[in-house]
């Protein structure tokens, strides 16, 4: 197996850019990606990224990384969670605000998780990363699903409001990468 290669199975061109420019820093690794119809599951957001992960290889036969996002609201007991990529298609930036109507906190947290399967029949291994904010009216380009209404805890701009190179250093998505980086780089070393 080789880690000088992996394939992200998404359709989303923005998290390959992100992924691929934040998993490059430091260690050799090309990503491409390939886009498969992989059925939406229900369950926590662990249960989704393995059972994700593990049938993205099977259709691959071969090592892939997955990645799922989850927006937690604290008023809501963490949903919409990991559904929130339908949240968002259905009630937009005013819709997801609207949902805390009538609620003290507005706080949130962004939740990502890549599952790394070293190929099929292999167990996806997980790494969270987690990034703890509030809900916000929207401000900023509407670019990249909820990053308008999601402003995380010491900043005054929402994800979206920030430069690339803001968000990529603090966001849910960048945390769960480095987490990821390091056991790439290990796995790395190990075979050589």
Excluded at 24 to 44: F, K, Y
Excluded at 51 to 75: F, N
Excluded at 119 to 126: A, C, I, K, N, R
Aim: aromatic content about 8%; some cysteine; overall charge neutral.
């Amino acid at each position: 197996m080789s880690v000088n290669k992996l394939t992200f199975v998404t359709g989303n061109p923005n998290k390959l850019i992100e992924t691929q420019y934040i998993l490059s820093q430091g260690i050799p690794i090309e990503i491409d990606s390939a886009d498969l119809d992989i059925p939406e599951l229900q369950g926590t957001t662990r249960e989704i990224a393995i059972a994700k992960c593990r049938r993205a290889s099977e259709l691959l036969g071969r090592a892939c990384i997955t990645e799922d996002t989850a927006l937690c609201y604290k008023a809501l007991n963490g949903l919409p969670g990991p559904y929130i990529k339908h949240f968002m298609k259905n009630l937009g930036h005013e819709g997801l605000n609207k949902l805390l109507v009538g609620f003290e906190t507005k706080e949130a947290y962004a939740l990502c998780t890549f599952a790394y399967s070293a190929g099929p029949g292999s167990e996806p291994l997980l790494f969270e990363g987690r990034t703890d904010g509030a809900i916000v009216p929207p401000r900023g380009p509407p670019l990249f699903g909820w990053d308008a209404v999601f402003q995380p805890g010491g900043f005054d701009k929402t994800y979206a409001e920030m430069s690339k190179e803001e968000k990529n250093i603090i966001s849910h998505r960048y945390r769960a990468l480095d987490k990821l980086k390091a056991y790439l780089a290990a796995l790395s070393t190990a075979q050589t």
